[in-house]
């Protein structure tokens, strides 16, 4: 039977392990990077809203910003289109079925 070399296996094992403890830590930071941006992302639109609706109190008209190029922020637009009257529920929805 040949000799078996316990620390040499032992130094292999490690290396492969720590190949794959590697790709975790760059999943990590990546993960970790995407975190810190959409926090900053939420921030800037936080400020942007902000600063738009202090250029309409300081007089400008949403159709002045609009032809300069500065409409309201996309978080504020989805929003507003969410935002629906209540309806009342027609008899098919409350039993589930439909007529026919």
Avoid at 27 to 32: G, N
Avoid at 35 to 56: F, G, N
Avoid at 58 to 70: A, V
């Amino acid at each position: 039977m040949a000799n078996i070399n316990i620390e040499a296996t032992r130094n292999q094992a490690r290396a492969l392990l720590d190949s794959r403890i590697k790709s975790v830590e760059e999943l990590v930071q990546a993960r970790q990077r995407v975190s810190d941006l959409k926090e900053q992302l939420a921030a800037a639109e936080r400020d942007d809203k902000r600063a738009y609706v202090k250029a309409t109190r300081d007089g400008w008209s949403p159709d002045e910003l609009k032809k300069l190029g500065l409409e309201p922020a996309a978080a504020g637009r989805r929003r507003k289109a969410q935002v629906k009257p209540a309806e009342t529920p027609s008899p098919s929805d409350e039993t589930g079925f439909q007529e026919n």
